[in-house]
């Protein structure tokens, strides 16, 4: 079993991507690496050099990775699944609590508009990640044309994350892009409260329950928890 390093023109670059064989079997597994065909000057250079021992470094692990049986032909085909179907099956196996789905089917949403075609798991590096959280933070839109909320933002991601870890635990890839990759922090949520002045309008309103409507009262007044003594109390039912 034998793993090579091949190179091919795609475009302006040059694509860089594992050859296996095997039995007279032949498949191939693109890095989504790239080098410059005409590098000039030495940045250029560095920058082509550095490529190829990277992808030098990942032939050598798929090597040591066959020899010892934990990669093989099937781990290729694996690989060039549809990540973009994997995050439905996901989300139809949450259907069974509406907010989660909810927010799952949102996700999926922002993510098939930000990257309008067949992702494969072969597609998902760390850059994938970091650009699919830029995109929820500056460009992603709710329905109504707003940006998203900081809980929508930490939702959202948190999902997409947590569809790469379950990826890992089903053997789809052997690492986590996402780890490492900066969460949004959750949004303080928005509390209404009820003034003094509403609080008052409710106290001769009839109720049929007339120790809920108290349990309500007393609940409101715990918003002024700092405040609440006898002559506060006064005030409010006088």
């Known amino acids: 079993m034998k793993v090579t390093l091949r190179e091919r023109l795609k475009g302006n670059s040059i ?10 079997k032949r498949k191939n597994e693109f890095l989504r690496l790239y080098l410059n065909p005409d590098p000039k000057t030495k940045a250029e250079k560095d920058v082509n050099k550095k490529t190829r021992e990277l992808a030098e470094t990942i032939r050598a692990q798929r090597q040591i990775e066959m020899q010892n049986g934990t990669f093989g032909f099937h781990d290729i085909e694996k690989l060039k699944g549809s990540f973009t179907a994997y995050l439905l099956k996901l989300s139809e196996d949450r259907n069974t609590s509406d907010g989660n789905y909810g927010n799952w089917d949102s996700m ?22 970091e650009n699919f959280r830029t995109y929820l933070d500056s460009k992603a839109e709710s329905k109504s044309k ?3 909320s900081q809980n929508s933002k ?11 870890k379950q990826a890992v635990k089903d053997g789809i890839i052997k690492t986590n892009p996402g780890e490492g990759v900066d969460t949004f922090k959750q949004g303080e949520p928005q509390r209404e409260f009820l003034t003094l002045e509403e609080l008052q309008k409710l106290i001769p309103v009839e109720c049929e329950l007339p120790e809920l ?7 409101a007044l715990t918003v002024y928890v ?3 003594n006898w002559t506060f109390a006064k005030r409010v039912f006088s």
């Open 226 to 228: 700092f405040k609440l």
């Open 213 to 219: 409507k108290k349990a309500f009262l007393f609940s």
């Open 15 to 24: 694509s860089l991507y594992l050859d296996y064989y095997h039995k007279g």
């Open 154 to 164: 930490y939702s959202y991601f948190n999902k997409f994350k947590a569809a790469l």
């Open 108 to 129: 999926i949403k922002h993510f098939k508009t930000f990257a309008p075609y067949d992702v494969s798991f072969q597609d998902l590096d760390r850059k994938l990640v």
């Open 146 to 148: 707003k940006k998203l």
